[in-house]
């Protein structure tokens, strides 16, 4: 900063490729100009000195802990061990690192939520495998409870097109990977489709139940429930779940119902 006897000359270095000079004087008579005017561009920076993806790894749980807006700066750096410069010239600004960080935690989990649909076994297994995964990742065990998608982008996505259309598009990927289980299990296609997206709610009551303090065996007991509901009448359903109910004729007057 230069003082002048004239005015003061104030110069603001902007993170842009072309850096610009902003120029205030004061006159004597109080008015202000201001001038703005291109000045060489500065060389480029040093290489970076952390890994961009380690980073964004430090900073999940932030977000998922604390959500969107609760996450500052402050905590982001400090998890992310770098400096916030460096943070805007690796993802750009915040919400650009949110939009990457629930990108992240989208291939990493997802890739365990996959191998569990993928695994041997009936529909049954797969569901209880699913749900095992579901129940490990929201319990917290070194970690924060619920659920990135579920706690935090829900929770942006009410005042947020963008983080809107993110978790949208996340649970219709969730649906379509729990539609073919339930097709190989004996079920027409809209009812696949339907207990294939009951399956994905009971994920996400997991998630919320785990986060509102839920144990785990109080989250096994839903998981066993919804596997047990999910697979009654289905091909691959355990006999011993698969109950005929005989409907009962309708009472008329002076007429006993048969027992």
């Known amino acids: 900063m230069l003082l002048k006897a004239q005015g003061v000359r104030i110069e603001v270095v902007y993170s842009v490729a072309v850096t610009k000079k902003v120029i205030w004087n004061v006159s004597s008579r109080g008015s202000i100009s201001i001038a703005m005017k291109n000045i060489a561009k500065r060389p480029p920076g ?5 890994s961009a993806t380690a980073a964004l790894d430090r900073a999940i749980p932030v977000f998922w802990e604390k959500g969107y807006e609760g996450a500052s ?15 805007v ?11 990457a960080a629930v990108v992240r935690y989208g291939e990493t989990v997802a890739a365990q939520y996959r191998a569990a649909l993928e695994s041997e076994g009936s529909l049954r297994d797969r569901l209880t495998a699913f749900f ?3 129940i490990c990742s929201a319990a917290g065990e070194g970690k924060p409870t619920g659920c990135l ?22 649970m219709g990927a969730a649906d379509e990977a729990l539609t073919p289980p339930f097709s190989a299990a ?13 399956a994905v709610a009971t994920m996400h009551s ?3 139940r785990a986060r509102a303090g839920a144990s785990k065996a109080e989250l096994q007991q839903v998981s066993d429930t919804a596997v047990r509901l999910l697979t009654a009448d289905g091909v691959q359903a355990d006999p011993a779940e698969r109950r005929v109910v005989r409907r009962q004729p309708a009472a008329t007057p002076g007429r006993p ?3």
């Open 73 to 87: 700066y402050r905590d982001l750096t400090s998890a992310m061990g770098i400096s916030a410069p460096s943070l």
């Open 257 to 259: 119902v048969p027992v």
């Open 186 to 198: 004996g079920f027409p296609p809209a009812e696949a489709r339907s207990r294939a997206q009951i």
């Open 46 to 50: 040093r290489p970076r000195s952390f």
């Open 206 to 208: 997991i998630a919320l």
């Open 149 to 170: 998608v579920t706690c935090a982008l829900a929770d942006a996505a009410g005042g947020d097109a963008a983080a809107g259309a993110q978790l949208c598009t996340l």
């Open 89 to 99: 010239a690796a993802f750009g600004d915040k919400r650009r690192l949110f939009e």
């Open 132 to 134: 095992a995964v579901a």
